[in-house]
């Protein structure tokens, strides 16, 4: 007899199930699935022990007739597609006809359906792969499966499960995931006997504010974006709020919950520049393309997809996230986070969420615009008694940042506005601003300011061969170095944007990434890390006195600053504190 014979079926379906199912979880997954195939618009799921015990999944849908309940749990059975070339325009969730099969071998599955055009409803049982002969049935229009002690018959995975609260948790994330995804069905997730959901048919933005909570609908800002054969929809939120943690990602591509690297990335690198140090994005967004663009074929939990221009891809979602969230502070009202999460955490930084203002660059010298003078004069000049009542801000609809009051330590700026105080960190707010010009400015070319007097500064030989070396790049970034010897150089000319800078300081960074990344890469790959650099050291430094027109002017120029509420290390550039705020703090009105 040869070594080699083929594996019974029972084992086929075993070995798929260690594939498909690797927690009570993944049954739910498919469960739920299936139903919104079927076209249900209520689907009730209803779990105990975490879903080792018990899942049962009842819907609405289309239903199965009895001819078809046997082959529904049969291995590579389904009326989702027919021929190879329907594999490569997917439409449904499922298509590969294993999932019933899978479960049933596993556990002991009941499936009892009636068809929506049969006035009688039949049942099937599946005890560890050992299928039954259907029977009569009492159940609605729509199909209930119930599945009952999973791994019953595979110890060796069942040993495997965590507890009962470990494996519901799984489970509330996969009912969550297909909630999202489909906001026009109802849905209600019952654990132990406890109702845990009940979420009626409503608009996505209902249906995650009801599923990701008050925080993310408050702190969320929209994207909705078109291109050819494909449309981008949904919330991001704002770099201010968010978190370490990696539980806030939502991605769905045509309502299928998916793990993408490309997608991933893309929306990584719109959030580069504005997330401090490890927060992680947080998004909840829908992806609908053209089923023939993209491959859902790739892994039998059908959370992975690849898409046929990829590239293209990336570079839409990555420029949708970024128009999204490049908000100037004058973009939206500020929000008290006072009323949600109480005085302690009043101070959250409101970025805004208008569409971009893209100016173009000039000297880094904040010019002044025509300053309410008169207003100046009431709060803080002399006024008659008739006048001592609290000014009106002028243009207050105009400037959101409102006006400064004061300097606080020579670091933060006090202004008031018509919600409050406004609190601002001079030096953050300023690099943001210089960041987007010099962003700008180098799409073509950084204009160079010659220095009156050179600045000379002792350098390294290596600083010195690096400058020589990279001539033309420091030309291009607005810089002009000479050598003056083995180990001095003579800064000669620095960006028009930075002349303010210490010149010796911002020479010494820029040669130092110069030798770390090469000057190919200081004009691509690392451009943005560079001009961040040079921005922080061109930005007005800590304990500086500033006069208030000039402060006046910082404000402007952050209300049309693009991701003007971070800076460019993803710190919080400025926070509203309400007039309510500050009535608590005081415990006024109690």
């Given at each position: 007899?040869?070594?080699?014979?083929?594996?019974?079926?029972?084992?086929?379906?075993?070995?798929?199930?260690?594939?498909?199912?690797?927690?009570?979880?993944?049954?739910?997954?498919?469960?739920?699935?299936?139903?919104?195939?079927?076209?249900?618009?209520?689907?009730?799921?209803?779990?105990?022990?975490?879903?080792?015990?018990?899942?049962?999944?009842?819907?609405?849908?289309?239903?199965?007739?009895?001819?078809?309940?046997?082959?529904?749990?049969?291995?590579?059975?389904?009326?989702?597609?027919?021929?190879?070339?329907?594999?490569?325009?997917?439409?449904?969730?499922?298509?590969?006809?294993?999932?019933?099969?899978?479960?049933?071998?596993?556990?002991?599955?009941?499936?009892?359906?009636?068809?929506?055009?049969?006035?009688?409803?039949?049942?099937?049982?599946v005890d560890g792969g050992q299928v039954g002969v259907p029977q009569p049935a009492a159940v609605a229009s729509g199909t209930t499966v119930t599945v009952q002690e999973l791994y019953f018959n595979t110890p060796a995975r069942r040993k495997f499960l965590r507890t009962d609260g470990t494996e519901y948790g799984h489970c509330e994330e996969a009912f969550r995931r297909i909630a999202l995804s489909h906001p026009e069905v109802a849905f209600t997730l019952q654990h132990n006997g406890s109702i845990r959901y009940r979420l009626l048919a409503q608009g996505?933005?209902?249906?995650?504010?009801?599923?990701?909570?008050?925080?993310?609908?408050?702190?969320?800002?929209?994207?909705?974006?078109?291109?050819?054969?494909?449309?981008?929809?949904?919330?991001?939120?704002?770099?201010?709020?968010?978190?370490?943690?990696?539980?806030?990602?939502?991605?769905?591509?045509?309502?299928?919950?998916?793990?993408?690297?490309?997608?991933?990335?893309?929306?990584?690198?719109?959030?580069?520049?504005?997330?401090?140090?490890?927060?992680?994005?947080?998004?909840?967004?829908?992806?609908?393309?053209?089923?023939?663009?993209?491959?859902?074929?790739?892994?039998?939990?059908?959370?992975?997809?690849?898409?046929?221009?990829?590239?293209?891809?990336?570079?839409?979602?990555?420029?949708?996230?970024?128009?999204?969230?490049?908000?100037?502070?004058?973009?939206?009202?500020?929000?008290?986070?006072?009323?949600?999460?109480?005085?302690?955490?009043?101070?959250?930084?409101?970025?805004?969420?208008?569409?971009?203002?893209?100016?173009?660059?000039?000297?880094?010298?904040?010019?002044?615009?025509?300053?309410?003078?008169?207003?100046?004069?009431?709060?803080?000049?002399?006024?008659?008694?008739?006048?001592?009542?609290?000014?009106?801000?002028?243009?207050?609809?105009?400037?959101?940042?409102?006006?400064?009051?004061?300097?606080?330590?020579?670091?933060?700026?006090?202004?008031?506005?018509?919600?409050?105080?406004?609190?601002?960190?001079?030096?953050?707010?300023?690099?943001?601003?210089?960041?987007?010009?010099?962003?700008?400015?180098?799409?073509?070319?950084?204009?160079?300011?010659?220095?009156?007097?050179?600045?000379?500064?002792?350098?390294?030989?290596?600083?010195?061969?690096?400058?020589?070396?990279?001539?033309?790049?420091?030309?291009?970034?607005?810089?002009?170095?000479?050598?003056?010897?083995?180990?001095?150089?003579?800064?000669?000319?620095?960006?028009?944007?930075?002349?303010?800078?210490?010149?010796?300081?911002?020479?010494?960074?820029?040669?130092?990434?110069?030798?770390?990344?090469?000057?190919?890469?200081?004009?691509?790959?690392?451009?943005?890390?560079?001009?961040?650099?040079?921005?922080?050291?061109?930005?007005?430094?800590?304990?500086?006195?500033?006069?208030?027109?000039?402060?006046?002017?910082?404000?402007?120029?952050?209300?049309?600053?693009?991701?003007?509420?971070?800076?460019?290390?993803?710190?919080?550039?400025?926070?509203?504190?309400?007039?309510?705020?500050l009535d608590r703090l005081f415990l006024r009105g109690r």
């Amino acid at each position: 007899m040869g070594a080699i014979h083929a594996l019974p079926d029972q084992l086929i379906n075993q070995i798929a199930a260690g594939e498909v199912l690797e927690r009570p979880a993944a049954a739910l997954k498919e469960l739920l699935e299936n139903s919104l195939d079927a076209s249900a618009t209520q689907i009730d799921v209803d779990l105990a022990a975490g879903g080792i015990k018990l899942i049962r999944v009842a819907d609405d849908g289309s239903g199965i007739e009895r001819e078809d309940l046997a082959l529904a749990v049969a291995r590579h059975a389904t009326s989702k597609i027919t021929i190879a070339s329907d594999l490569e325009a997917i439409a449904t969730l499922g298509f590969r006809g294993e999932a019933l099969a899978s479960i049933a071998a596993v556990s002991r599955l009941a499936l009892a359906s009636r068809s929506r055009s049969k006035p009688h409803a039949w049942r099937i049982e599946v005890d560890g792969g050992q299928v039954g002969v259907p029977q009569p049935a009492a159940v609605a229009s729509g199909t209930t499966v119930t599945v009952q002690e999973l791994y019953f018959n595979t110890p060796a995975r069942r040993k495997f499960l965590r507890t009962d609260g470990t494996e519901y948790g799984h489970c509330e994330e996969a009912f969550r995931r297909i909630a999202l995804s489909h906001p026009e069905v109802a849905f209600t997730l019952q654990h132990n006997g406890s109702i845990r959901y009940r979420l009626l048919a409503q608009g996505r933005r209902a249906r995650a504010d009801a599923l990701l909570g008050d925080a993310f609908a408050m702190h969320a800002a929209t994207v909705d974006a078109y291109g050819p054969g494909l449309r981008l929809m949904g919330w991001l939120v704002r770099p201010a709020y968010a978190t370490t943690a990696r539980d806030g990602q939502y991605l769905f591509v045509n309502g299928r919950f998916v793990r993408d690297r490309v997608l991933s990335h893309a929306l990584r690198e719109a959030y580069r520049d504005v997330l401090h140090n490890e927060r992680q994005p947080a998004y909840a967004l829908w992806l609908t393309i053209e089923p023939r663009l993209v491959d859902v074929n790739v892994h039998p939990t059908k959370t992975e997809v690849r898409f046929r221009d990829s590239g293209a891809l990336h570079r839409f979602v990555q420029r949708a996230a970024e128009q999204a969230l490049a908000a100037t502070a004058a973009e939206q009202p500020p929000v008290s986070a006072a009323e949600k999460l109480g005085v302690a955490a009043a101070l959250l930084p409101p970025p805004g969420t208008r569409q971009p203002v893209n100016a173009a660059p000039q000297q880094v010298a904040m010019s002044l615009a025509a300053e309410p003078a008169a207003f100046y004069a009431r709060l803080f000049g002399e006024r008659p008694d008739s006048a001592k009542a609290s000014p009106d801000l002028p243009n207050e609809d105009d400037h959101p940042l409102g006006f400064a009051l004061a300097q606080l330590h020579g670091i933060y700026v006090l202004a008031q506005n018509r919600n409050g105080l406004v609190l601002v960190d001079m030096h953050a707010a300023h690099e943001r601003i210089l960041y987007e010009r010099l962003k700008s400015a180098l799409d073509r070319t950084l204009p160079m300011q010659p220095l009156l007097v050179p600045a000379t500064f002792a350098a390294d030989p290596l600083d010195v061969a690096t400058a020589e070396e990279n001539a033309e790049v420091l030309a291009a970034l607005g810089f002009s170095l000479s050598t003056l010897g083995p180990m001095t150089l003579a800064v000669r000319g620095v960006p028009a944007l930075l002349t303010d800078a210490d010149t010796v300081t911002l020479a010494r960074a820029i040669l130092g990434d110069l030798r770390e990344f090469g000057g190919s890469k200081v004009l691509t790959t690392q451009r943005d890390e560079l001009l961040s650099t040079m921005a922080c050291h061109g930005a007005v430094r800590a304990h500086r006195s500033m006069p208030l027109p000039e402060i006046n002017a910082l404000l402007r120029e952050m209300e049309a600053t693009e991701r003007a509420g971070q800076c460019n290390h993803g710190r919080p550039t400025w926070y509203q504190l309400t007039l309510t705020d500050l009535d608590r703090l005081f415990l006024r009105g109690r």
